[in-house]
């Protein structure tokens, strides 16, 4: 459904006076599988199926539209507490950061 474009590394890890790193921040830019041509209802569709083949339970359907992207960041966080992930733009939120992965299309 969706692929890793960008992981963008800032916080405390940049800090090169650091001893002691509580977590890790990344920053995370999705891109979509799905062709920007397909329309909206199509779109809408592939989503829902991708969701009900998951077997996860959903409270809502905002919940099951969403659903690749948070499995997405679950998957990257690997359960961990020390990995904060945010899918904001790190570059407007701090001038302290780094590109660890960047997908090029062929």
Known sequence: MIDIAELVVFGSYLDPDMQHLG???????????????????????????????SGHRFHDSFGRLSWAEDEALQILRNRSAAINLTDENVRT????????YSYHVP
């Open 23 to 53: 977590d890790l921040d990344l920053g995370v830019t999705f891109r979509n599988r799905v062709p920007d041509t397909t329309a909206t209802v199509d779109r809408s569709k592939i989503l829902l199926d991708y969701a009900k083949a």
């Open 93 to 100: 939120l701090t001038d302290r950061w780094e590109v660890v």
